[in-house]
């Protein structure tokens, strides 16, 4: 069964620093998507990307966030300058379609650790 | 904004018990509902939605769930549970006009005692 992919596993960078997650999506599918879970905490939507542009985005991601689809299978997160707070398990997720009709495929998660 | 609660955060079972794991959200209007399962070391995997019709749906591995508008509600069923049943279960709501963000309830960890 095809699955997201996402790495690494887990990075461990210091304040300030750029970080950039990578997810490989579903390869038919057309929505790509970032959430985030700080520890003890609800999953938080932070971004969708279709026909390769942002969709949607909430609060979190402002303007330390980008994203990008830079060939036809990565799905990457970049966060500019880190910070603790940013210390969180960074979820990818890709769907067939809008989620109004097709269920959203997780990864595994990439758990990001800024000291 | 829309929100999503469960209200019950650990919820230790024996072998053989029936689960009922509480979900209710906060939005009046057309919503999509999920329950997705994480088991150790593992991605969040679907169990089951609704998107319209029958109120009670079907999900894998003998997982239900019965949407209840007029109590905005879905709360999650199984008549027996597993061993293999211990993971962590969220609850998400995505809102017709809220694009295809999905909002996630707190997720409750079920452990079952063999």
């Known amino acids: 069964e095809p699955e997201v992919t996402q790495t690494p596993s887990h990075q461990v960078t210091q304040m300030g620093q750029e970080v950039i997650l990578r997810c490989v999506p579903i390869?038919?599918?057309?929505?790509f998507y970032w959430y985030r879970q700080i520890l003890g905490q609800k999953v938080e939507f932070l971004v969708s990307?279709?026909?390769?542009?942002?969709?949607?985005k909430s609060e979190i991601f402002d303007d330390q966030f980008s994203v990008e689809r830079p060939d036809g299978s990565n799905f990457t997160l970049k966060i500019r300058s880190t910070k603790l707070e940013d210390s969180a398990m960074y979820f990818c997720?890709?769907?067939?379609?809008?989620?109004?009709?097709?269920?959203?495929?997780f990864g595994p998660g990439t758990r990001l650790t800024v000291t | 904004a829309q929100s999503v609660s469960q209200h019950n955060h650990h919820v230790i079972l024996s072998e053989a018990a029936s689960l009922e794991l509480g979900c209710n959200y906060s939005?009046?209007?057309?919503?999509?509902l999920f329950w997705y399962v994480q088991y150790p070391g593992q991605h969040l995997q679907l169990l089951l939605k609704?998107?319209?019709?029958?109120?009670l749906v079907k999900g894998i591995k003998g997982f239900e769930a019965e949407f209840i508008k007029s109590k905005f509600s879905f709360n999650l069923r199984k008549p027996s549970v597993q061993w293999s049943d211990t993971a962590e279960y969220f609850c998400?709501?995505?809102?017709?006009?809220?694009?295809?963000?999905?909002?996630f309830g707190g997720g409750t960890r079920l452990m079952v005692k063999p």
């Open positions: 997720a890709s769907s067939a379609l809008g989620t109004t009709s097709y269920e959203q495929y």
């Open positions: 390869s038919n599918h057309l929505y």
């Open positions: 990307f279709y026909n390769n542009e942002i969709s949607e």
């Open positions: 939005y009046g209007g057309t919503v999509n």
């Open positions: 609704y998107f319209s019709g029958d109120p």
């Open positions: 998400a709501v995505n809102a017709n006009n809220a694009g295809n963000m999905l909002t």
